[in-house]
């Protein structure tokens, strides 16, 4: 080869040789370490951080490279003061916003991170971290359509994070997208079936749609998968209240408390504990106290606002409902608020806040039942019996919604309508106790006296411990002439706690019938002292009186009789005759 084309080849390769060797950009040399800490060789990131810094200064992508390495590292105020510095050296540096947004989240410094994730997501579109520690930061400040949004993006860009799904189903599920909130917790599961989180929020979404039992199994598993994470022991406490298990529920609560003594739920839920409890003060304590931790958990506010109303304390409930009603608009807060002016007998402002609340939820079979009543204390009984038809029309399946039916449509006097819904419900709820007994009523109202017995009997043998079925059963007895049976079946029904005048004015009935003038003074003197008597009780007790020979009490009852009924001509003869 000819030595000038030898040394052609020599000059080219030296200068190929000499391009290879140029030093490395600052930004190659940056993206070097974050690549490192990516892969998770924090000590070689971190040296690699180190000989930049030595030769650079303060340059704002390193100090926010330095800032991400002791985010990995969990050390996340260093993170945090790195990430700041950063900033302050270039406000447009992306890497050390995320940073930031993520360390002001790990930190509890929830008010900041608002505006730091919202920087963060802005800068970097198209990076998964920024949005997922956006939505956790919504998320513990209990902003759920902004943490839906945010959980979105982040399971767009970052499909196979588990985080990103269960933080959107709990989103969902606060929000009240019951489907949403299931698909979302179920791929969080099947993405990592070991995270307790994932269980967690598909326990938590069961909840939230009202179905305890549905709730048991995933909270059981968020146990189990890991027994010191609080908020598992939480949704399995409030899925054993839900169940009623009290006691079990108690222990998980306590146990969540133990573990997390900042966290509200726990408090939430040992505060729901005594509500179903009726333990008004200790609840108040409880609900108090997780609303001092968490302002923002209007769940604790309004049990907190029922427990007042339960306990009579009328007005403080009122206040606090008011203002969740002003403050939410839902309508499970305007039935609260409904409920609360109900007890109040403040009927006529009860009753369009009812109807409110079923315009958003119409198929609410109890809030028409207390509907019906605001109607009855407002004395609208039109429209307390439709509302009474409307409760039966949603919740036929629930006898007690039959029962209120019937004995509403006897309190109105339409007694041939309250029989053809008692049959109506004996064929839909067969040997009920509720049903029966109803029917049992409606019987003896519409003097069937034999078919008034067999039912009767049937609710005293479902109900055997119940005032009501031996009661009206006497009262068929007493009419069929059945005096001796009738006698058992009073006072029966007095041992069961029949205390009212009738009862007792029956079974003196009964006695005198059989001439055991002794035995029904005492009856019908229980019955003329109670209160709102029957006229004729004061002269049955006249009649039994005279009987026995102290005419001077027979004519007391006698003229007693005359002044509660006077237009009564046999009470004003047998006092004139006593005389």
Partial sequence: MRPHILLAIATLLLTSAHASAEPRTLEEEIETALQLLQDGQLDQAEAALRALDDTTGDVPAIVAARSALEAARSRWNDALRLATEAIDLNDDTPLAWAVRCRAEVATGRHQNATASCLRATELRPEDPEPAGAACANALALWRFSSAARLCERATRLQPHNPRHHWRLGISLARRGDHAGA?????????????????????????????????????????????????????????????????????????????????????????????????????????????????????????????????????????????????????????????????????????????????????????????????????????????????????????PRMHQNLILGLLRARLVDDALDAANNAAALHPRHPLTSTARCQTLVRTQNWDDAIAECSLAASLQPAHPDPPRYLGIAQLQRGDNAAATLTLQAAIHNGADDPHTWMNLGNALLRQDRHDDAIPALQNATTRPNPPAVAHYMLGSALEATGDRRAARAAYCAARDASPDDERFQQACDRSR
């Fill in 182 to 398: 299931r698909t979302a917790c179920d791929t969080a599961v099947s993405l990592d079936a070991r995270d307790p989180m994932g269980h967690y929020c598909q326990g938590t979404a069961a909840l939230e749609r009202n179905d305890p039992a549905a709730a048991l199994e995933p909270c059981r598993r968020a146990v189990d998968t890991q027994d010191d994470h609080a908020l598992a022991h939480y949704c399995l406490g409030m899925a054993l209240l839900g169940t009623g298990n009290p006691d079990d529920a108690r222990r998980h609560c306590d146990r969540t408390t133990t573990l997390a003594p900042d966290e509200a739920l726990g408090h939430y839920c040992i505060g729901r504990i005594a509500r179903h409890e009726q333990r008004w003060d200790d609840a108040t304590r409880a609900l108090q106290h997780a609303l001092a931790l968490n302002d923002a958990l209007h769940e604790a506010r309004g049990s907190l606002g029922d427990v007042h109303t339960r306990a009579g304390r009328h007005g403080e409930g009122e206040t606090i409902l008011r203002e969740l009603v002003e403050r939410e608009g839902t309508p499970d807060r305007i039935a609260q608020l409904a409920h609360n002016l109900l007890l109040q007998r403040r009927h006529a402002e009860a009753i369009p806040l009812w109807e409110q609340a079923l315009q958003q939820n119409p198929s609410e079979a109890g809030w028409h039942n207390n509907l019906a009543h605001a109607h009855l204390g407002a004395g609208n009984t039109t429209e307390y019996i439709a509302s009474l038809r409307r409760a039966v029309e949603h919740a036929e399946e629930d």
